[in-house]
T-cell receptor, first 115, second 113 residues
Framework: QQQVKQSPQSLIVQKGGISIINCAYENTAFDYFPWYQQFPGKGPALLIAIRPDVSEKKEGRFTISFNKSAKQFSLHIMDSQPGDSATYFCAASDAGGTSYGKLTFGQGTILTVHP | EPEVTQTPSHQVTQMGQEVILRCVPISNHLYFYWYRQILGQKVEFLVSFYNNEISEKSEIFDDQFSVERPDGSNFTLKIRSTKLEDSAMYFC???????????FGDGTRLSIL
């Protein structure tokens, strides 16, 4: 019940295209959903995050869509650029109650944006 | 922008030896975490630490693991007797609170021979 399932495992997109990565969770106690971007040799860097009181959050070219009833959320990268080529992880945590913020990560998606 | 720093960047150790991984969290952060990432796999939670004690730990974090905040700035992960399967990237993270974003360091690559 703690799992977060992420798809696809890898994604190839042309420059200027839209990249879409999907995640699904089972634990209804999850109430914080961040996306992390990881470049080779670096740690995960927070990209954008959403809480379940909204269905969408946009920051620049990055948008999270959230569907609470389906227990799914997705990352959309508009106008994808070669510099966006990285591994993307979705994550979830039960940030409320007595939780201390433990993050449960998806398997990761390797995004390649071709020039 | 403040960063989480980890040392060393790469540690090579013989199986059965003790290893200490070091982290300096962001200075005003109060919650500290260790995660690990086996090559090609997802990032996995190990332990969270708040108010000088472990607040939560995973099944991975057995008796061979311990954490400590020996002074006001460092946060360490000790593996007492390393196994081959401990080979992984170990990431330290910190946050202002359990409800706030976690900031990760660049990790320590631990290689057990």
């Amino acid at each position: 019940q703690q799992q977060v399932k992420q798809s696809p495992q890898s994604l190839i997109v042309q420059k200027g295209g839209i990249s879409i990565i999907n995640c699904a969770y089972e634990n209804t106690a999850f109430d914080y959903f961040p996306w992390y971007q990881q470049f080779p040799g670096k740690g995960p860097a927070l990209l954008i995050a959403i809480r379940p009181d909204v269905s969408e959050k946009k920051e620049g070219r990055f948008t999270i869509s959230f569907n609470k009833s389906a227990k799914q959320f997705s990352l959309h990268i508009m106008d994808s650029q070669p510099g966006d080529s990285a591994t993307y992880f979705c994550a979830a945590s039960d940030a409320g109650g007595t939780s201390y913020g433990k993050l449960t990560f998806g398997q990761g998606t390797i995004l390649t944006v071709h020039p | 922008e403040p960063e989480v720093t980890q040392t060393p960047s790469h540690q090579v150790t013989q199986m059965g030896q003790e290893v200490i991984l070091r982290c300096v969290p962001i200075s005003n952060h109060l919650y500290f975490y260790w995660y690990r990432q086996i090559l090609g796999q997802k990032v996995e939670f190990l332990v969270s630490f708040y108010n000088n004690e472990i607040s939560e730990k995973s099944e991975i974090f057995d008796d061979q693991f311990s954490v400590e905040r020996p002074d006001g700035s460092n946060f360490t992960l000790k593996i007492r007797s390393t196994k081959l399967e401990d080979s992984a990237m170990y990431f330290c993270a910190s946050s202002v609170s359990g409800h706030q974003p976690q900031h990760f360091g660049d990790g320590t690559r631990l290689s057990i021979l």
